[in-house]
Every structure is written in structure tokens, then in C-alpha cells.
């Protein structure tokens, strides 16, 4: 089955600087790549995507990139700030005929924590 | 829209019990996935439900089972609790399956 391995573990940055979170994924038919964002005793919140026919998403101060050939997909935050710290999840899936049939794979999780 | 609800949002029971969960998905979204969130094994896929059928099932024993409603409201129920059981339970609403998947604040089960 799928597996998705995610580093680092815990990354702490000051305010302004960037961070780079990093997940590679097992099964080469993986073709969809979201990133959640939890806050402490909150659900995880969808933050941005990318699909396997995309290089790179941008929103904002968040981006993404993937490479297919290398089997990894990557989250940066540029600017950061308090409000972004959080625990951050990335997961890969595998759908045929436009489903995954609802089976995401989670990478263990980015504890971020941004100093004022 | 309203996102995601699930109740109750916390719960106590004893190793032996079995409980009953639930999840109101999205207005429209029709397909319901449940995980399981722990500290030490992150967030694991348990199943999906999409039109009342089970489409998928994780790696999880047989004494963890759900059902969805044709309102697509679903359920899931753990019988003859574990101590291991303990955890935040997950459930995330899509469209039809498809990728996108908004997730409910989560059920926090202690098992004593």
C-alpha cells in the first residue's frame, strides 16, 4: 500500500523566515497530494492541493511543489508568522475515474512553530 | 454552507463497551471517510462510505464498522472497546469521493 514518509518531525523558525516541509510518497500511481493544517484541539483544515499533472500551486504566502520523478511533494510558507504554527499533514492518494474512494495516506506531521 | 459536524464531541467508556459515533457531512457531499488520530500512529484511514456502500476499508479489525444513511449522514461503531481504542475520531465529508476532503472536529474517545 501506499506509504508517505514526512520531515522534519518539528521545525521552529522565526517570524519572517520561511519554512519547507518535505514528504515522499511509495506508490508511483499517486495522483493527488493535499497539505491540512492543524491547530492545537482543532480538525484539520484543507490548505492547499496539487495534482499529479501540476509541477507547482501557489496561494498566497503557501505554495507546492511536486516531483513525480523523484516521488516527493513539497510545502513552503514564505513569510512567516504566529498565526502559522500549527501541525502540519501531508498525504498522497491514488484515484481512478476521477475518485480515491476516500482513502487519504498521512504523512506523521510538521509541528511548525513560528517566534515573534 | 455548515461544515462538517460530528457528536458527541467527547466520550468516556469502559474496555469491554462498544459506542456509536456520528458524522453529518456537508450539504451535497456525498461521500463520508472515517480516521483514526493518536499521537503515536497519526491520522489512519478506517473506511469510506459513499451511497450507503462501504468502497474502501482500512487496515483496522473487525470490531470497528460504520453505515451511512441515504441522507449521507454516517455512523461508525467500535464494539468491545480497547484501551488502544483511545483516540480522536476523524470523519471528512467529499463531494463523490473525489479528493477534496473536509474534515469534522473529531470525536475524542477515552477508554477506561
Known amino acids: 500500500g501506499e506509504n508517505v514518509e514526512q520531515h522534519p518531525s518539528t521545525l521552529s523558525v522565526q517570524e519572517g523566515d520561511s519554512a519547507v516541509i518535505k514528504c515522499t510518497y511509495s506508490?508511483?500511481?499517486?495522483?493527488?497530494f493535499p497539505w491540512y493544517k492543524q491547530e492545537l484541539g482543532k480538525r484539520p483544515q484543507l490548505i492547499i492541493d496539487?495534482?499529479?499533472n501540476v509541477g507547482e500551486k501557489k496561494d498566497q504566502r503557501i505554495a507546492v511543489t511536486l516531483n513525480k520523478t523523484a516521488k516527493h511533494f513539497s510545502l513552503h510558507i514564505t513569510e512567516t508568522q504566529p498565526e502559522d504554527s500549527a501541525v502540519y499533514f501531508c498525504?498522497?492518494?491514488w484515484g481512478a475515474g476521477g475518485t480515491s474512494y476516500g482513502k487519504l495516506t498521512f504523512g506523521q506531521g510538521t509541528i511548525l512553530t513560528v517566534h515573534p | 454552507k455548515a461544515g462538517v459536524t460530528q457528536t458527541p464531541r467527547y466520550l468516556i467508556k469502559t474496555r469491554g463497551q462498544q459506542v456509536t459515533l456520528s458524522c453529518s457531512p456537508i450539504?451535497?457531499?456525498?461521500?463520508v471517510s472515517w480516521y483514526q488520530q493518536t499521537p503515536g500512529q497519526g491520522l489512519q484511514f478506517l473506511f469510506e462510505?459513499?451511497?450507503?456502500?462501504?468502497?474502501n476499508k482500512g487496515n483496522f479489525p473487525g470490531r470497528f464498522s460504520g453505515r451511512q444513511f441515504s441522507n449521507s449522514r454516517s455512523e461508525m461503531n467500535v464494539s468491545t472497546l480497547e484501551l488502544g481504542d483511545s483516540a480522536l475520531y476523524l470523519c471528512?465529508?467529499?463531494?463523490?469521493?473525489?479528493?477534496?476532503?473536509?474534515f469534522g472536529p473529531g470525536t475524542r474517545l477515552t477508554v477506561t
Open positions: 471528512a465529508s467529499s463531494l463523490v469521493g473525489g479528493n477534496e476532503q473536509y
Open positions: 450539504s451535497g457531499h456525498r461521500s
Open positions: 462510505y459513499f451511497s450507503e456502500t462501504q468502497r
Open positions: 506508490d508511483s500511481a499517486s495522483n493527488y
Open positions: 496539487i495534482r499529479s
Open positions: 498525504a498522497a492518494v
